[in-house]
């Protein structure tokens, strides 16, 4: 048995189960369809067979899950920080050992591939552990004393709230968004993305499993303009955490304004790497390749834009196509596969439709450009060369392992290309001038930038973009100041003259 049968057949030991239970709503504990009956399929982008019948959840079932957490808020939001912070830290354990199963579910539900998605778990607990730890201080403020008095910040969790996520590494990032608000103190009604609903219902058996008391999280799956439009506009919810698309980030500020929600948006970008002939071009050849081509170029902070200076373009893309046309493009699940299928037929064919237009608009196919096979949603590894700022394949998030190369002349010109676009999430910048470096870095606009390396995160810093790419950031102590609210209590520390009116 090769190791790749060998992974197929044990991940169809854990689909099993799925296929026979389906993929139902958690509310208070309880495992439940949809109170309308009504169910929808999920599909593998390997071969597009269904996997499981999924709740298809509307309004009434995130009345029942808002209950839910409305109830179990009066004891968790509670809870002594020290006492959630053991109970997430169980949480983060059992989430460890069920590791295989969730980055096997991860793969056959969403086509990312077995190599990235194997430590997919382990990070997952790592954020549980992080915002555990943190747990115990949340609540704590600052004394801010003047002569006469003692203000005493503090904060307290914000209610229930409302996590949306999208189908990309849809395990890391429910995790990212869940464990802080937890540990804040809030409890969750999450809505997973409809292409991705497997580790999602994962994560609430895990967590309650391990002790996570029922209706802490609550699981409601659905159509985004059904269940997840029902979350935004629900009075019991007190904040919406949401990742996803720009265009959905704007209608969910709409829903929610009536109920003035408190919102979070981690949105979509299209990020440049930035490459100057004086960096290490070896080094930058591997980032760059590796931000656009792993997790299936599905990335928020994949880098999209690769702005080589002029002097190296030729070269530097040439190397980049040789990496691209050497990657393993095959199933999840076998070890060496790099790029896998992505999500759904959907989205493959918007990401096969910038092929058309790329041509379309004067930009040459450097690399890729085609389908692989005529099963599932296979796509190679892509270089478009010789486009201009302008092209759509320049300017939109294509959200596939598709990397758009465009020249620049000097550091002026690589920042007016690298600004002129509507998002700013992450920006990459290789040189090995420290002070051009600065320069850049100060007029960059993006929310994170790494200088000389890939994406390497750590979790007490800041993540999120600005201009369309975001609102809020999370990470440390920005998360909690999401999920909790600061209120301030003002003390005499001596008798003032209060003011007589009247007399
Ligand atoms: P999407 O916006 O289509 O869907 C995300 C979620 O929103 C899904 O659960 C969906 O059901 C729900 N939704 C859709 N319409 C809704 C509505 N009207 N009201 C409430 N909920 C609604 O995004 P996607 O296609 O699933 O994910 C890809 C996008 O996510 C990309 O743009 C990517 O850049 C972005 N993303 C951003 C980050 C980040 O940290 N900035 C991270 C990962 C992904």
């Known amino acids: 048995?090769?190791?790749?049968?060998?992974n197929i057949a044990?991940?169809?030991?854990y689909m099993a189960r799925f296929a026979k239970e389906g993929v139902m709503n958690r509310i208070g504990g309880q495992t439940v369809p949809a109170q309308s009956g009504e169910t929808f399929q999920t599909i593998s982008p390997v071969d597009l067979k269904p996997l499981?019948?999924?709740?298809?959840?509307?309004?009434?079932?995130?009345?029942?899950?808002?209950?839910?957490?409305?109830?179990?808020?009066?004891?968790?939001?509670?809870?002594?920080?020290?006492?959630?912070?053991?109970?997430?830290?169980?949480?983060?354990?059992?989430?460890?050992?069920?590791?295989?199963e969730i980055a096997f579910t991860e793969c056959m539900d969403t086509g990312q591939v077995l190599?990235?998605?194997?430590?997919?778990?382990?990070?997952?607990a790592d954020n549980f552990r992080f915002f555990a730890d943190k747990a115990p201080q949340a609540e704590d403020g600052q004394a801010l004393r003047t002569a006469n008095q003692m203000n005493v910040t503090s904060r307290r969790p914000i209610g229930p709230v409302g996590v949306i996520t999208p189908w990309n590494t849809p395990f890391m990032l429910s995790t990212w968004k869940i464990a802080p608000a937890l540990a804040a103190g809030c409890t969750v009604v999450h809505k997973p993305a409809e292409f991705s609903p497997m580790t999602a219902r994962l994560l609430v058996e895990i967590a309650e499993d391990a002790?996570?008391?029922?209706?802490?999280?609550n699981l409601v799956n659905g159509m985004g303009e059904d269940a997840g439009k029902a979350l935004t506009e629900h009075p019991g919810i007190k904040a919406i955490a949401f990742v996803g698309e720009s265009r959905t980030g704007s209608m969910i500020m709409a829903q929610g304004a009536k109920t003035l929600k408190r919102v979070h948006f981690e949105l979509g970008g299209k990020n440049p790497v930035i490459v100057f002939d004086d960096a290490d071009l070896d080094r930058a050849v591997d980032a760059a390749t590796f931000m656009i081509y792993s997790l299936n170029g599905e990335r928020c902070t994949s880098s999209s834009r690769l702005l080589v200076q002029d002097s190296i373009y030729d070269d530097f893309t040439a190397r980049v196509a040789e990496v691209a046309n050497r990657i393993k493009v095959g199933h999840p699940l076998d070890p060496d596969t790099v790029v896998g299928p992505l999500i759904h037929p959907e989205h493959e064919a918007k990401v096969l439709s910038y092929f058309d237009?790329?041509?379309?608009?004067?930009?040459?196919?450097?690399a890729g450009g085609e389908k692989v096979g005529e099963e599932g949603c296979f796509v190679r590894p892509?270089?478009?060369?010789?486009?201009?700022?302008d092209m759509a394949i320049a300017q939109e998030e294509i959200f596939g392992p598709v990397l758009t190369a465009i020249p620049f002349r000097d550091e002026e010109d690589a920042l007016s290309i690298a600004n002129d676009v509507d998002y700013g999430l992450a920006a990459y910048l290789w040189t090995n001038d420290l002070n051009r470096a600065m320069r850049m870095t100060d007029r960059l606009e993006a929310g994170m930038m790494w200088v000389n390396s890939e994406n390497v995160r750590h979790l007490p810093t800041p993540f999120g973009g600005v201009k369309a790419s975001g609102i809020g950031r999370d990470g440390g102590e920005w998360s909690f100041d999401f999920y909790m609210e600061t209120v301030n209590v003002s003390f005499p520390r001596q008798l003032h003259k209060v003011p007589k009116l009247g007399g």
Not at 10 to 13: I, K, L, P, V
Not at 115 to 124: E, I, N, P, Q, V
Request: zero cysteines; hydrophobic letters at 45%.
């Open 211 to 217: 002790g996570l008391p029922p209706g802490v999280l």
């Open 52 to 100: 499981a019948q999924v709740a298809k959840g509307g309004a009434a079932d995130i009345d029942a899950a808002v209950a839910a957490a409305q109830k179990a808020f009066a004891t968790w939001g509670r809870m002594p920080g020290a006492e959630r912070r053991k109970i997430l830290h169980q949480v983060a354990d059992a989430i460890e050992a069920r590791a295989e």
């Open 10 to 13: 044990r991940a169809q030991d």
């Open 382 to 389: 892509t270089l478009f060369t010789g486009a201009t700022n």
């Open 357 to 366: 237009r790329a041509r379309e608009q004067g930009a040459t196919i450097a």
């Open 115 to 124: 190599r990235f998605m194997s430590k997919a778990a382990l990070r997952g």
């Open 1 to 6: 048995m090769t190791k790749l049968s060998d």
